[in-house]
């Protein structure tokens, strides 16, 4: 008989705005069981990251995953962050209870790949240090995960340089040891993720539906990013990724190969597909956005979610 038990997820965060719409999205999902978030320099520093996931947790009542505190520095460049003025910890406005786990983050991950050795899916939402970190740790890692989905890298122009996506170029050993590590990896690039838009129709809809006053107040801010004169500004990239992991019609075209990241000259941290040793990553093409963002709409409404659900078009 199919088992049909929730399963275990970790997520690694670096603290933005669409990582907490990620979050939201798995922790409404019956598909899936958080064992444990890890935080992340990127978007934020990682200690703040860790104190983010804290709050947004409690803000959706779980005080029971624990959140671990993840690297602080890349492996090997200087620190940048992308968002050192922390926009979720406007949004949620909240005090967090606890403090982190007491275990770093490579740790932990560690830890909870051997005790569901198999069956442990990790999903990455920003650079990828401490992945690189528990590998070192436990080289056998890509053994005990049952797959990985990282949102990151570009194959057609990049978001930080010409050439290179923000994650990916936050720390770019980090990622080309990752890649090259033997994982069942799924790589949700931004040539995919920037087409995942919070539309006007859409957040309104948020606006109306969200049953919670802060998580009207995250609608709201999101809104606001999304009214100026260019049009839709609020890319849910990290959030796209967590939607591809929950549900395979989400991916409507991919391709198969290995990846490597660039380590020297201007187009550091750009990704590429490649043929060689490596073991093949799944390379996400095009995704059904409107299904995403109906899935998305659900899980922050507090609807019940389900992929056979009516998907309007926003």
Do not use: C
């Amino acid at each position: 008989m199919p088992d049909h038990r929730p399963a275990p997820l970790i997520v690694d965060t670096d603290g933005g705005l669409d990582d907490a719409l990620a979050i939201v999205l798995l922790a409404r999902s019956p598909q899936v069981k958080l064992a444990g978030i890890s935080s992340v320099h990127g978007n934020v520093a990682a200690a703040a990251a860790a104190a983010n996931s804290a709050r947004l947790l409690e803000l959706l009542g779980d005080y029971t995953t624990p959140v671990a505190l993840g690297a602080s520095t890349p492996l090997d460049q200087p620190l940048h962050l992308a968002h050192p003025n922390d926009l979720l910890r406007r949004a949620i406005g909240r005090p967090r209870r606890r403090t982190p786990a007491t275990s770093p983050a490579a740790d932990q991950i560690v830890t909870l790949a051997e005790e569901h050795a198999g069956a442990l899916d990790l999903l990455t939402l920003g650079p990828l240090t401490n992945i690189a970190n528990a590998l070192r740790l436990a080289p056998e890692l890509p053994r005990l995960l049952r797959r990985v989905v990282v949102m990151g890298g570009s194959f057609d122009g990049g978001n930080i340089t010409e050439h290179a996506e923000a994650n990916v170029h936050h720390d770019p050993e980090a990622a080309d040891e990752v890649f090259a590590a033997g994982f069942s990896l799924t790589v949700v690039p931004l040539d995919v993720t920037r087409t995942a838009i919070a539309t006007r129709s859409w957040l309104r809809a948020l606006v109306s539906a969200a049953p919670q006053r802060r998580m009207k107040a995250a609608a709201a801010l999101g809104l606001l990013a999304a009214s100026g004169k260019k049009g839709p500004q609020l890319r849910m990239h990290d959030a796209l990724a967590a939607a591809v992991l929950l549900d395979r019609q989400v991916t409507t075209d991919h391709h198969v190969s290995p990846v490597v990241v660039a380590l020297d000259g201007d187009r550091r941290g750009e990704t590429t597909a490649v043929t060689g040793d490596r073991r093949p990553a799944t390379i996400v093409r095009a995704a059904d956005v409107d299904r995403f963002r109906a899935r998305l709409l659900e899980a922050l409404s507090g609807s019940p979610a389900g992929t056979d659900s009516v998907q309007p078009r926003y």
